[in-house]
């Protein structure tokens, strides 16, 4: 059982130690749908539900834990635990009561933090999830598998923000490069985790379902594309070539990161 040392503990019982461990392997982040505080959200998971998150976080930047990440939460439907015991944690984070309104600063610090965490303590890779099962960082409306009828959770505001500046910043911090460090002169021409993690997500298109969001995903980029398949196939490839030049990248920078 592991606990964030950034969040106040607020143990669920008996799920906390009567459901299945997990081998944490992804972070899905979630909006809860209400305006509630940290404590608020584990009042409803132990009292109107037998539901629940690994963590909640309000809008005043308090984090609760309620579960234990290596311990299975009801959160992510086909990935709270997998038949080979790997799972993911989520976090539900306070919004309207439309989950239309943006993280705010103290939410997008948090979620950050948590995201590093995760990653130094359980390995969790610095990449965002490419299926529903492979390991990396994600939001709950990614996948059809992380839900048991659809959700558009967190939202459009906050979707946008996970590829802008949530995922980039879990980067940035969990390589070093937040921590003003310059790089050696033979490493100056390499792009920094910043720019690599927006490149690796970022295609721009020109098509009102995008809904104003500046990165989409190579499966969306296919959906869109709808009856012009010679069209897609070629983006597709084209796309595929960039991603695994950059992700070869990257790998070679958090190499070089972890090394020093």
């Not at 600063?105 to 995760?118: F, R, T």
Request: proline residues 5%; hydrophobic residues 35%.
């Amino acid at each position: 059982m592991a606990w964030y040392p950034g969040a106040v503990k607020m143990e669920l019982q008996p799920e906390s130690d009567a459901q299945a461990a997990i081998r944490p392997t992804q972070f899905i982040v979630h909006s809860i749908v209400a305006p509630w505080t940290a404590r608020r959200t584990y009042e409803y998971w132990r009292d109107s539900t037998n539901l629940e998150s690994h963590f909640g976080i309000d809008y005043a930047g308090t984090v609760g834990q309620y579960i234990g990440t290596e311990t299975r939460a009801d959160a992510n439907a086909g990935a709270n635990r997998r038949g080979d015991g790997t799972g993911a944690v989520s976090a539900e984070t306070a919004s309207n009561t439309s989950a239309t309104d943006p993280w705010n600063a103290k939410q997008i610090e948090d979620l950050i933090a948590i995201g590093v965490w995760l990653h130094q303590r359980h390995g969790i890779p610095l990449r965002i999830c490419r299926t529903h099962s492979d390991p990396g960082f994600g939001y709950h409306s990614m996948f059809r598998q992380w839900s048991t009828s659809g959700t558009a959770c967190p939202g459009v505001a906050r979707i946008k923000q996970f590829r802008e500046v949530v995922f980039p910043g879990i980067i940035a911090r969990a390589t070093g490069e937040s921590t003003g460090t310059k790089p050696s002169p033979q490493e100056d021409d390499m792009p920094t985790a910043r720019e690599i993690a927006a490149a690796v997500m970022e295609y721009q298109i020109d098509d009102p379902r995008t809904e104003g969001l500046k990165y989409v995903q190579l499966k969306d980029v296919i959906w869109w594309a709808g009856a012009d398949s010679a069209q897609a196939n070629a983006k597709v490839k084209e796309l595929e070539g960039q991603v695994a030049a950059l992700t070869a990248k990257l790998d070679r920078l958090i190499a070089a990161n972890t090394q020093g």
